[in-house]
């Protein structure tokens, strides 16, 4: 699996791969990680690849995460659905088949999601929600939930 990691704007970042990203087909969801533990990033001028850790909120951040306020039926379902299937990952057409939601809907949810995260007292920049991985073959992410969220749902009683 390999992963490109870029900062900028989206012009920036077609500059510098051009013929590489189809603006069409490409979905940038906040605070996505695409390994569980670690992560090959690439950038446009280096090709070598640098390992670096992934973190993710402890059980106490996750607890205040699912009660600083009323969870959405649909943040809900996604919740549930990855910790019921943890350990295995769930894709994005999953997840937005169950839903019964677009792919523009999905991501809109995920950014709803990440700005619930940030704005959570205790939230440590940089610590993630999700397990996310990209599927280079097929073109989406797949989501997992590490656990500290699953122990954090099972102390608040959502499984």
Known sequence: M???ILDGTP???RAALPGYLDA????????AVP????AATKTATNED????DVSYIEKQTARRYLNRRILHDTQRTILTTLAKASPEMVTAPE???KLGISTSQF???MGAMGRRLTNTPGWVEGDCLFIQEWDTEKGYYCYGLPDSVIEAM???KLI
């Open 24 to 31: 069409a087909s490409t979905i940038v969801l906040p605070n």
């Open 49 to 52: 690849e640098d390992d670096f």
């Open 2 to 4: 390999k992963a490109i």
């Open 107 to 109: 991501a809109g949810m």
């Open 35 to 38: 390994s569980p533990t670690k």
């Open 154 to 156: 099972k102390a608040e």
């Open 11 to 13: 012009e920036e970042i």
């Open 95 to 97: 997840l937005q088949e």
